[in-house]
């Protein structure tokens, strides 16, 4: 009786173990693929995503109802947009060129140039309510978009369904939460690169694979920063070095700099990632490069490059452009408004 009561708690502890380990979120990656960290104050849930994927293409989230995440992030550009840089709700200037989504989740660094900016969860309140610049124009206003949110029954009932241990509060926590549980399933590896990878047949030029070499060899060094399964070393080590000049002279946009006040780390930006960037132009800090081949002789490395190898090297970013992801309606407006 003891051995039999014995194996029996056994097979009682293995199952809690097993349901533990067991995934609460299902992420639809390809084999080998791990997911992107999560916070343990914002777990995953189905529920929290739809509200998220809901609140992104909301212009409500802007003051005056004209701006929504969504308006500078559009899927087809991998969540970003063709402006060198975006106006606000106030018409304040843009100060920087909109960054695309793709794989953010994995990033350290979340920002162009602030390495202290490493949560979602933070970074998303930024536009929302930040004021250097003003962009949907909440700043020291946020009680206005949590009253207007929580005046909305749809929103009562799907921030109750995110959020049940809170409540169902809407707050600028909550908001943050969910838009950050969307947008880390921005997941993009299945490009004609993945596929290659994978064994699966792709019809690609020799140019491409010419690229390739150049891009992870010492010649170009593309890999150097640009590291990883997001091509970026924002996604692979410290948030501190994720952040490199590129080229020189420099705008007056001083970047790191501007967070640290090292001469050093003047007009250092944090390194983009490289997945769909076929479809995410404008490039750089600044919006300054409208091409592929642009972006790439705008660095230092490249200067000793022939048109034909930058050729390659552009042909090798285009087997990035996963185009499943950019259209995928998971990641798309709802077909239906909230409310």
């Given at each position: 009786?003891?051995?039999l009561?014995?194996?029996?708690?056994?097979?009682?502890?293995?199952?809690v173990?097993?349901?533990?380990?067991?995934?609460?979120?299902?992420?639809r990656?390809?084999?080998?693929?791990?997911?992107?960290?999560?916070?343990?104050?914002?777990?995953?849930?189905?529920?929290?995503?739809?509200?998220?994927?809901?609140?992104?293409y909301?212009?409500?989230?802007?003051?005056?109802?004209?701006?929504?995440?969504?308006?500078?992030?559009?899927?087809?550009?991998?969540?970003?947009d063709t402006?060198?840089?975006?106006?606000?709700?106030?018409?304040?200037p843009?100060?920087r060129?909109?960054?695309?989504?793709?794989?953010?989740?994995?990033?350290?660094?979340?920002?162009?140039?602030?390495?202290?900016?490493?949560?979602?969860?933070?970074?998303?309140?930024?536009?929302?309510?930040?004021?250097?610049?003003?962009?949907m124009?909440?700043?020291?206003?946020?009680?206005?978009?949590?009253?207007?949110?929580?005046?909305n029954?749809?929103?009562?009932?799907?921030?109750?369904?995110?959020?049940p241990?809170?409540?169902?509060?809407?707050?600028?926590a909550?908001?943050?939460?969910a838009?950050?549980t969307?947008?880390?399933?921005?997941?993009?590896?299945?490009?004609?690169?993945?596929q290659?990878?994978?064994?699966?047949?792709?019809?690609?030029s020799d140019?491409t694979?010419r690229?390739?070499?150049?891009?992870?060899?010492?010649?170009?060094?593309?890999?150097?920063?640009?590291?990883?399964?997001?091509?970026?070393?924002?996604?692979?080590?410290?948030?501190?070095?994720?952040?490199?000049?590129?080229?020189?002279?420099?705008?007056?946009?001083?970047?790191?700099?501007?967070?640290?006040?090292?001469?050093?780390?003047?007009?250092?930006?944090r390194?983009?990632?490289?997945?769909?960037?076929g479809?995410?132009?404008?490039?750089?800090?600044?919006?300054?490069?409208?091409t592929?081949?642009?972006?790439?002789?705008?660095?230092?490395?490249?200067?000793?490059?022939?048109?034909?190898?930058?050729?390659?090297?552009?042909?090798?970013?285009?087997?990035?452009?996963?185009?499943?992801?950019i259209s995928?309606?998971r990641?798309?407006?709802?077909p239906?408004?909230?409310?």
């Open positions: 009786m003891n051995r009561l014995v194996l029996m708690a056994g097979l009682c502890a293995l199952a173990f097993t349901l533990a380990l067991s995934p609460a979120f299902d992420w990656l390809p084999p080998g693929v791990a997911p992107p960290p999560v916070p343990a104050d914002n777990p995953m849930s189905e529920a929290k995503v739809a509200l998220g994927r809901r609140l992104f909301d212009a409500d989230l802007s003051i005056d109802g004209t701006m929504s995440c969504a308006t500078c992030h559009e899927q087809r550009h991998a969540f970003t402006n060198a840089t975006r106006p606000g709700v106030h018409n304040d843009g100060r060129n909109i960054m695309a989504l793709t794989n953010v989740g994995y990033f350290g660094p979340l920002t162009w140039a602030d390495p202290r900016v490493t949560r979602l969860e933070d970074q998303i309140l930024i536009p929302i309510a930040g004021e250097k610049p003003v962009e124009g909440f700043a020291k206003q946020e009680h206005l978009l949590t009253a207007r949110l929580g005046a029954a749809c929103y009562q009932r799907m921030f109750a369904s995110a959020f241990e809170a409540k169902g509060e809407v707050s600028m909550t908001i943050g939460k838009l950050a969307f947008q880390r399933t921005l997941l993009s590896f299945d490009a004609p690169y993945d290659h990878k994978r064994g699966e047949a792709v019809a690609v140019e694979w690229g390739e070499t150049l891009f992870f060899g010492r010649r170009a060094g593309c890999a150097s920063c640009h590291a990883g399964p997001s091509f970026t070393d924002a996604a692979t080590g410290p948030p501190d070095k994720a952040f490199h000049r590129i080229d020189l002279p420099f705008s007056g946009d001083q970047g790191l700099g501007e967070i640290t006040g090292r001469n050093a780390d003047k007009a250092r930006f390194t983009p990632g490289l997945r769909n960037v479809v995410s132009e404008p490039y750089l800090h600044d919006g300054s490069a409208k592929l081949s642009q972006a790439i002789r705008r660095h230092r490395a490249a200067i000793g490059l022939g048109d034909a190898q930058v050729a390659d090297l552009v042909a090798f970013l285009g087997t990035l452009t996963d185009q499943r992801f995928d309606k990641f798309s407006l709802p239906t408004r909230c409310g």
